[in-house]
């Protein structure tokens, strides 16, 4: 078990990080502005259900490897950012179905979609892969035995720390977008705009430095 003291110390650095505006937060936000609160809060709960087979792999050891392989890494964190990219480009494409939405005139899109969307950037994210590599290992008592069991611990409670504040930026995202985006045309441009954030976070998330 991970000594009552590490994981307390491990929740405030966990929260500090996940409360400062990241690639997680502002792939969210610019969902929920393309999609509304909905399609947000099942972007948030598939980029959460992404985190755990990084957790699992982190535990077994399997993320060191691959953050020691700069291939990997880099593959890993191309093609997250290409999704993003893709997602954004889709986004600014079918604006027009966030206008028909306001009207009614468009049915909602599949909820396994957006699920298996947002698992697709949750485990390709590398900001993530990262910190589980990097820091949650600095919480483990290496004395107390079960290692692999204390980070799994760990990853698990940071992914429900990021489900819960996610899903606060996703429902003020949303009901901005319900404010502002009452008429047709001003759905349409929320829903680019949110678009135009998630291809601007895949190309800083491409360029980013390396590794380390």
């Known amino acids: 078990m991970v000594p009552a003291s590490n994981l307390w110390a491990f929740l405030l650095a966990s929260v500090v990080l996940i ?108 900001k993530t892969i990262a910190f589980f590599v990097a820091v949650l290992p600095q919480f483990v008592d290496f004395h107390a035995g ?12 940071f992914v429900i720390l990021a489900l819960a504040c996610d899903s606060v930026w996703a429902l003020a995202a949303g009901w901005a977008r319900d404010w502002f985006g009452r008429s047709p045309r001003r759905a349409a441009n929320l829903a680019a705009t949110g678009g135009v954030m998630m291809i601007g976070l895949g190309g800083v998330l491409a360029l980013s430095g390396n590794k380390h």
Do not use: C
């Open 19 to 126: 409360v400062i505006p990241g690639p997680s937060v502002l792939f969210v936000i610019g969902r929920s502005l393309a999609l509304g609160r909905v399609g947000g809060l099942l972007s948030v709960l598939g980029n959460a259900l992404g985190m755990l087979p990084l957790v699992a792999a982190v535990a077994l050891g399997v993320g060191t490897v691959v953050a020691q392989s700069v291939l990997l890494f880099t593959g890993i964190k191309i093609a997250g950012a290409l999704y993003l990219v893709y997602l954004g480009v889709q986004a600014i494409r079918h604006r027009a179905d966030a206008a028909a939405a306001v009207t009614g005139e468009v049915a909602p899109r599949s909820p396994w979609r957006l699920l298996g969307e947002g698992f697709v950037v949750g485990v390709t994210n590398p």
């Open 146 to 157: 079960g290692i692999p069991l204390q980070m799994a611990t760990l990853g698990t409670a």
